[in-house]
T-cell receptor
């Protein structure tokens, strides 16, 4: 049973560029959430996708956008990259319908460095 | 007040002893609580979930929840060097995880 997979694992981009990160959820999961983790901090919620719609959004600017496909996989796009966007980007998948009592599993993350 | 608070540590515990990690949260409507373990440079790994007041045991790990005090803890018995990691407390008040900053745990051989 494949777990959550993310690609790429590492990425270096130049300030002002755009980046797309990808995530395939664990088998049987239909909900994908994205988190940003800066060094020494806990993961911060960016947004969550369910049924191909953005269901919730954290306190991130519109430069951060996403998409969910019919097979439940998801993309995170970041435009106009800033140095401060350098972080570990984590995708978590879960199964909807458990009233919040649902376990979320993380992929291995994408380490983004903006130079 | 932060939504989820943890002592950042570092917490040093001798091998074989009990490690005790604590977490408080601010949203009284929170219904589900999780502990994740994160090794340096890796992603968080779910080790415990708890939804009801009381204790939940899984192997060497015991999670404790007290909703009245808005307090969650994780006990690790017979600590091993492989338990050295950062432990993240997460709360799920509305379908999204809110994390603390994590407690760095070091097990001393």
């Amino acid at each position: 049973d494949a777990g959550v997979t993310q690609s790429p694992t590492h990425l270096i981009k130049t300030r002002g560029q755009q980046v797309t990160l990808r995530c395939s959820p664990k088998s049987g999961h239909d909900t994908v959430s994205w988190y940003q983790q800066a060094l020494g901090q806990g993961p911060q919620f960016i947004f969550q996708y369910y049924e191909e719609e953005e269901r919730q959004r954290g306190n991130f600017p519109d430069r951060f956008s996403g998409h969910q496909f019919p097979n439940y996989s998801s993309e995170l796009n970041v435009n106009a990259l800033l140095l401060g966007d350098s972080a570990l980007y984590l995708c978590a998948s879960s199964r909807d319908g458990a009233g919040g009592n649902t376990e979320a599993f993380f992929g291995q993350g994408t380490r983004l460095t903006v130079v | 007040q932060k939504e989820v608070e943890q002592n950042s540590g570092p917490l040093s515990v001798p091998e074989g002893a009990i490690a005790s990690l604590n977490c408080t949260y601010s949203d009284r409507g929170s219904q589900s609580f999780f502990w994740y373990r994160q090794y340096s440079g890796k992603s968080p790994e779910l080790i415990m979930s708890i939804y009801s007041n009381g204790d939940k045991e899984d192997g060497r790990f015991t999670a404790q929840l007290n909703k009245a005090s808005q307090y969650v803890s994780l006990l690790i018995r017979d600590s091993q060097p492989s338990d050295s990691a950062t432990y993240l407390c997460a709360v799920n008040p509305n379908e999204k995880l809110t994390f603390g900053t994590g407690t760095r745990l070091t097990i001393i051989p």
